[in-house]
């Protein structure tokens, strides 16, 4: 009987209070904040990656419309392959632009305690492999001036690619971007990354809306224009 009557060291809680015994000072609120961490939206390098993000393919949508309905850049170099390749150059340099304020957003916030995981790196790192891959190929398939949008300087394709990448998925080439995106947000534990690689997926859903009824109709007017020959 001594045990009976020796004082707890601990406490005896009362189960039908429920909650109320609960000492929150205690309770380690650490991983709940970092599950409930929202990036902030008006941080400046989040913003300038952001609108890096939009505007790229905003900029060459817009400029090779206007040059399919002019041909001002091909009047301006001389050639349509010589002005197909300076829209190229535009594009790189606007897309290593976008990289760098991509990566300069996440190296700029937090990581995620949730996140920075051996299993999520590896993860990553076979997104950015399976991205890369996807780009690399849709390259090799498409050529340079199928890739840098060739079809409006009047460049044509003789037929619609359907190998690897393509016999997979349609635009494979964004789509693998996006994976680099994301691969790259999940090395380095970024929820910023990851909110961004959604900004990347949302605005090449727009850009490919956009661009592929457009493509279809310069093929469109292609294979009208042989039948009346």
Known sequence: MYGACEKSEYPILDCCAGLNNVDYSKVDM????????VPDLLEPRFC???????????????????????????????????ACC????????LNV?????????IKGHPRSVLMDRWEVFQVGVAM????????LSSFMALGFTGTFLGDYFGILMEKKVSCFPFSLMENPMYW?????YLGLALMNASPVGVVLTGVVAI???????YEGPFTEQIYRQRA????HK
Request: aromatic share 10%; charged share 10%.
């Open 30 to 37: 650490s991983v709940l904040a970092d599950v409930l961490h």
């Open 48 to 82: 300038v990656a952001v609108i890096a993000i939009i505007f790229n393919p905003f900029f060459w949508n817009v400029v090779a419309r206007w040059e399919h309905r002019t041909r001002g850049l091909t009047r301006m170099f001389g050639s349509p392959y010589v």
């Open 86 to 93: 300076s829209l190229a150059i535009a594009i790189l340099l």
């Open 97 to 105: 632009y976008r990289s760098h304020s991509i990566t300069v957003a």
């Open 128 to 135: 950015m492999a399976a991205g890369s891959l996807l780009v």
């Open 176 to 180: 693998g971007s996006t994976l680099n």
């Open 203 to 209: 605005t090449y859903k727009v850009a490919i809306a």
């Open 224 to 227: 009208l224009c042989c039948k």
